[in-house]
């Protein structure tokens, strides 16, 4: 679906998700992240990019896996301390996962994937068109119920500043990894945050495309590679 038949869609009130394609399992269990390996971090931060262009297919478990423990993941068990910083550990920011089959929530503790609705509401986590058919689209939700030692006025910022690294930690395992991947920041919150079924306490921050480079990817457009 093209940009401007969504932003029509989302005028409307009718920018809606699509069935689930196949079945969608209640819980995932992931395999445990590999840990060790992959590039050099200064290697890695010097091929950070962003790019639009995907192939469709899923990635292996294993590699969804290692994905989602580098955004949010548990590196410090004991003091259930993760990869991305949380102001005054609050951990406001979850993780979730569209893919054809289902709206998955990324549970850190257990490192697996829950079912929250078996739909694809792919194509609503923005308005570019790369969005529907890419394997997978994160997006970051803030909890605000969860920021109750943190005054009101501070904690939108608090909650995009986690969201963000998080966005980088993403981007660094695409990089080491050869993956395509772009944060997204255009995109209709009231009509996702509808499919995804959010309560009044959560909040859409951002949204990131990852996948595997196109065989032929695109020359870079007007707006550039960020």
Known sequence: MNTLTKMALGLLGQLKPE???GDAADTIVLPAANMSGGMPLMQALAQ????REFAPEPLPQQML???LWAAAGLNRPALGGRTAP????????????????????YAALGHALHLVRATDVRRITGYQDFVDNAPLDLIMVADFSRMKLVPVAQRMAYAYTCAGAMAQNVYLYCASE????????WLDRDALAKAMGLGSEQQVLLSQTVGRKAPYPLLPTAEGNR
């Open 19 to 21: 069935p689930a394609q």
């Open 65 to 67: 896996s290692n994905l």
């Open 178 to 185: 050869d993956l395509a991947t772009v944060i997204r920041a």
């Open 86 to 105: 949380s102001a005054l550990n609050a951990q406001e920011v979850d993780v979730y996962v569209a893919l054809p089959n289902g709206l998955y929530r």
């Open 48 to 51: 950070r990019q962003s790019q």
